[in-house]
């Protein structure tokens, strides 16, 4: 991630979402018990603000390099889930 992770152009930060796809389509938040980047207790305040199915995994903010199988088991879940619907 460091070789490959750049700064957010800041006029990436102006853009205006009309129509979040959260307020249509089922979400899912994977809440990363140990993250120090950004707070689990505001990570479960989003989820709960979009409404979306969560799951908790103690872990850092990184979860998708140190934990990838539960990640990967998330996404294969959601799509399924999703498709049904």
Do not use: F
Not at 1 to 16: D, H, R, S
Not at 17 to 28: E, Y
Not at 62 to 70: G, K
């Amino acid at each position: 991630m460091t070789a490959t992770q750049v700064p957010v152009n800041v006029a990436a930060m102006k853009g205006e979402v009309t129509t979040p796809a959260w307020k249509s389509k089922p979400s899912w938040y994977i809440i990363a018990a140990n993250d120090r980047a950004i707070s689990p207790d505001l990570e479960a305040a989003q989820a709960k603000r979009i409404g979306a199915t969560t799951i908790t995994i103690p872990c850092s903010h990184v979860i998708m390099l140190a934990q990838p199988s539960q990640v990967a088991t998330v996404i294969l879940d959601a799509a399924s889930k999703a498709g049904a619907k």
